[in-house]
């Protein structure tokens, strides 16, 4: 918990309106214990709290948020330096949540960043020095959509330089060590002499090995342990008992220098490794930084000039050549040509684009020559926002971790407790104290907190990067591990299992007079982005040009607007019934046309008597998406039932789903209707959400996982913890296949992570692991982890699959 270090806090609140409001959050934060004061002020929005000291700052924001309002607050990436294991991840977050101010920390040992939610006044600096007063580093990455901090730099090139000399020394001083040891079982005895031997060691331990030593200090400083600790005092009690043998009987007594230069040596090889394997896990990430050109070909006032990107505005014409990246987000001013957006959006093929198309920052354009105006730049790109998505899904933590992160807080002291028993133990009971050291070392060196702290995060950052490259942005962990039991897909229809461009298939009017009827319907609709009325504008282009005026929409229902001095109303049947229009004389022709699948729509007008007057209908026709029919059988395949949500007509909907094959529908839903429907469907189980409209959000947020295709809105995309990149249902499946994929990998790598030190401690206490081969345990342990998540890279969606074979 985030215990507050001083006695008052500032606590900024949104949502209050009145005096009545800060009365409300005043008794509210009044009855949190250990609050000795609360005083809101109206006027600032803000309350002071005054505490005993003893209160965190998630119990004061909860109570503001129980009483109906809210406590803002933002989120800050910190990259951390330093760690080495699990417990040094959870050291920095109880760091990070002693900070007043503090909601919650998560630090992400694989990606060595933290995230960390604060009140508006809390600083990144605050943050850092906390950190660096725990014994690591942090710095503040930037976040403008030009991330680098995973990027290899001339710093980190550097480091791994250095690791890389520090181990073929480590390896080159160990090896004449244990050599005489391998040769032994030949009948071949040439023990190097003890002084040579301390001259081998010495600087294996004390200088390569003193990272195990400062890191170790800061945990013992921080009182607390970490798997450096556990290095340092393993090889030091071998090194100090073997320089007090070599002291005391010379070069005929018992001499384990070996021991503690090999584990060393292995130790820096498994560390080597894992940072290797590690990098690999942000290939994703990488790639898609990679995307971005560093300048862009400006054109103005008729000259193209090269420009830094973080020097295009959004205006700007931008030129891109054939094969070039194209720099920013824009629309096509001038030109033709096919762009590959596979990175971006998993789409093998490029796609034809042309004046007044979209395109997007990081495609690569083909064999024309086109000016793009600039419509996104830098965080506001959808590139930028790519990133950040995989990157928030990486260093969030999946529930399972939480498991992991009680097991890592206790870890390290309870291994130095049983390898204190162990040395006590075997002591006492044989009087070799020598043996019983080299006991107690292996089951310090055989302990393994690095396999647990890498076995969740490696599987997610694998996961989630692949996942990207095929299209599939998942949010955060928490949808990744729950995506895995959905047990029904529930879908909108228009724009998600269809096409989302209906056109105008038939237009009765009750008079005769089609292009009056199409000229009022499109009157009225003209300007709004509805599917429907774009089509029947498009339709209604030889008819009389006429002029609405006070159109407003009616949700869920249809639109109405003032043409001269009488109302027009376009909408469903339901709008109708609630203006009392009669249908009837048409009823029987809707009747069909819905059972053929298509959606009707109803125009009536005020004028010429009491009540509005039916004026005709018409009727729209929307295509099923290409491989929607083959989506649903897929899902079926996993086991997930399928379900059809929408506002459409039941007889449209449900031609729609015959045609595909869905087990459920749900028609003539509301907007606000769609999350109660969620509801009712969780009796079978985990409920996913798939849509693309502003009327799906609530849906996307009700559900268990919301799934938004991400050819719809940004409010869909933001409401759902799925994204797809394209705007293929098949896609569906996949998340949910390498959701399994991912999971599945994180239970084996946690189940390994145990087992190697759920059987090892006990070997190494019962005197049946040599130190040096303990060593190599531990060192691999993580090792194998890491390689385990990366078999995750080999996954593809079914797509592919189908292609390959």
């Known amino acids: 918990m985030n215990t507050l270090a001083a006695t008052d806090l500032r606590l900024p609140i949104a949502g209050m309106t009145c005096a009545s409001c800060a009365g409300r959050i005043e008794r509210a934060l009044a009855a949190v214990p250990g609050v000795l004061r609360a005083d809101v002020n109206l006027s600032t929005a803000t309350a002071n709290v005054a505490t005993d000291g003893s209160v965190a700052a998630p119990a004061l924001a909860d109570a503001v948020s129980r009483s109906g309002y809210r406590v803002p607050e933002r989120t800050l990436d910190l990259a951390i330096g330093g760690m080495t294991c699990a417990s040094c991840a959870g050291r920095i977050e109880k760091a990070l949540r002693a900070v007043p101010g503090v909601i919650d920390a998560n630090v992400n040992l694989a990606t060595e960043r933290a995230q960390v939610r604060v009140l508006p006044d809390v600083s990144a600096d605050d943050l850092i020095a906390a950190v660096v007063a725990a014994g690591y580093r942090a710095s503040a990455p930037d976040r403008d959509g030009a991330d680098t901090a995973q990027s290899p730099d001339a710093e980190t090139d550097q480091a791994d ?309 095929a299209g599939i942005l998942i949010k955060d962990a928490q949808a990744l591990e729950t995506a895995k039991r959905i047990a029904v897909v529930a879908f909108d229809k228009t724009g998600t299992l269809t096409e989302g461009k209906p056109a105008l298939a038939e237009a009765i009017a009750l008079d005769g007079d089609t292009l009056s009827l199409l000229a009022q319907a499109a009157a009225v609709q003209r300007g709004s982005e509805h599917p429907l009325a774009a089509a029947v504008v498009h339709a209604a282009k030889d008819a009389p040009l006429l002029t609405a005026a006070d159109i407003r929409a009616v949700p869920g229902r249809g639109v109405r607007g003032r043409i001269g001095s009488h109302d027009v109303l376009i909408g469903s049947e339901r709008m109708m019934r609630e203006v009392s229009v009669d249908v009837a004389l048409l009823s029987a022709r809707a009747e069909a046309l819905t059972a053929s699948g298509h959606t009707v729509s109803w125009a009536a007008t005020a004028a010429g008597g009491p009540r509005p007057r039916l004026l005709g209908l018409l009727a729209f026709r929307d295509t099923p998406r290409a491989g929607a029919r083959e989506a649903i059988a897929r899902l079926h395949a996993l086991g997930v039932r399928t379900v059809m949500v929408s506002g459409d007509q039941e007889g449209a909907a449900r031609a729609i789903a015959a045609d595909l094959g869905i087990d459920d529908v749900r028609a003539n839903v509301l907007p606000d209707e769609k999350a109660a429907a969620i509801d009712q469907l969780r009796r079978f189980g985990v409920v996913a959400m798939v849509g693309d409209g502003i009327n799906d959000a609530p849906a996307l947020a009700a559900a268990d996982v919301g799934i938004a295709m991400g050819s719809g809105t940004d409010v869909a995309m933001h409401a759902a913890g799925v994204t797809l990149m394209r705007p293929e249902p098949a896609l569906v499946a996949d998340a949910i296949q390498i959701s399994r994929r991912t999971t599945r990998k994180i239970h084996q790598n946690l189940f390994w992570a145990f087992v190697y030190n759920v059987v090892g401690i006990p070997l190494a206490a019962f005197g049946l692991l040599d130190p040096v081969i303990a060593g190599a345990a531990m060192a691999f342990s993580s090792v194998s982890v890491v390689t385990n998540a990366l078999l995750l890279r080999g996954w593809r969606p079914h797509r592919l699959q189908t292609l390959s074979t």
């Open 161 to 469: 330089a250095r690791e890389r000399r520090h181990l073929w020394l480590a390896i080159a001083l160990a090896l004449p060590l244990v050599l005489p040891m391998l040769a032994m079982p030949f009948g071949v005895h040439a023990m190097l002499p003890g002084w040579i031997q301390f001259a081998l060691a010495t600087p294996v331990q004390f200088w390569l090995g003193a990272r195990f030593y400062r890191a170790g200090w800061a945990a013992l400083k921080a009182r607390s342990g970490n798997m450096d600790l556990l290095v340092a005092l393993g090889t030091s009690a071998g090194y100090g008992l073997s320089v007090w043998h070599l002291l005391a009987g010379g070069d005929h007594a018992p001499l384990y220098f070996e021991a503690s230069a090999v584990v060393i040596a292995l130790v820096l090889l498994g560390k080597w490794l894992e940072t290797r394997a590690r990098r690999q896990t942000t290939a994703a990430i990488r790639a898609l930084q990679a995307l971005r050109p560093a300048t862009a070909r400006v054109l103005r006032d008729g000259v193209e000039a090269d420009v830094p990107l973080a020097q295009v505005r959004v205006g700007d014409a931008v030129v891109v050549r054939p094969g070039e990246r194209i720099p920013v987000d824009g629309r096509i001013l001038d030109g033709r040509t096919h762009a590959d957006e596979s990175m971006l959006t998993g789409e093998s093929l490029p796609i034809a684009r042309s004046e007044g198309d979209r395109v997007t920052g990081g495609a690569v354009n083909g064999e024309g020559r086109i000016v793009v105006e600039t419509l996104a730049i830098g965080a506001e790109s959808a590139l930028a926002r790519i990133i950040r998505l995989v990157e928030d899904a990486q260093a969030k933590k999946a529930p399972i971790q939480r498991i992991v992160d009680r097991v890592s807080a206790v870890f390290v002291p309870v291994v130095i407790g049983i390898a204190l028993v162990t040395l006590l133990g075997w002591g006492a009971t044989t009087g070799d104290w020598s043996g019983a050291l080299l006991n107690a070392v292996a089951v310090l060196v055989i302990a393994c907190p690095c396999a647990l702290g890498l076995a969740t995060p490696t599987a997610i950052m694998a996961g989630t990067g692949v996942a990207a490259r």
